[in-house]
């Protein structure tokens, strides 16, 4: 049986289910990290290349349409519906998705943003021992050439719910740094943020704010739609434990469904893949 053939079935099941419903409920950011080009994933957040084409042909086989993140945030906090939508994050901006994702998003024109630690450029991160390497600044200013988006990820990936009660400045730093060091690469504005780790608390939020940005998203699952704090909007976890048939079964999910994502405090211990 080939991959066509493997897919249908559960795509079958989880397209007769949206149908059914008057509206999806929202609109879905699929949170990815590494993409490696063979056929064995080097940890639980890493997909392959064959993988994440699968997921781009669930996506739209359901009927979703895939935007950029900046436009299904402005439609969200205008209060529009952005039931259907779909967009891609790529948290860390590492070199396994300039080599294996990008080429690949590009061929299927498919917009995404890389979630940028803005002082890990070309380097093995600290946060992640034995994983690839982040992309280089030529690396990132080439995606961005080719119309990749750029959003914050701190300057250094630290927990920030670690730096509120630390050194006075330190969690600003992080916050409006990394911003300012990504508006120096691209020469745009970088207004939307994802928390390290997806570790938040009211300080961390009231610092994002304050710092100006548009939106931040966390590690949590769910569905993006009007009602949700623009700074604790969910996302849905991407790793090698998202076969064909359990993200068609999370896209076939109504927004209710989803465990509580909009939490007061998250620094640990939280199932994003519930």
Known sequence: MGAADKLKAPLSAAGRLVTRRSGRGGGVVLAYHDVVAGAEVDGPWSVTADQLSTHLRVVRRLGFTFVTLADLTRRTLAGESVDGLAAIA?????AGVARNALPILHEQGVPSTLM????????????????DRTMTRAELAEAVGHGVDLAAHTRTHTSLTAL???????????VEGCRDELEDLTGAPVKLFAYPFGHHDPAVREAVETAGYDAAFTFLNGRVGSGLDRHRLPRLTMGAHQSAARL???????AHSWPDHQVDRVDGGENPAD
């Open 248 to 254: 068609a079964y999370h896209l076939a999910r109504p």
């Open 90 to 94: 790529f948290d860390d901006a590492l």
């Open 116 to 131: 940028t630690v803005s002082t890990a450029w070309g380097n093995q991160p600290a946060w992640w021992p034995g994983s």
């Open 164 to 174: 509120a009660s630390g050194p006075a400045g330190a969690l600003r730093d992080e």
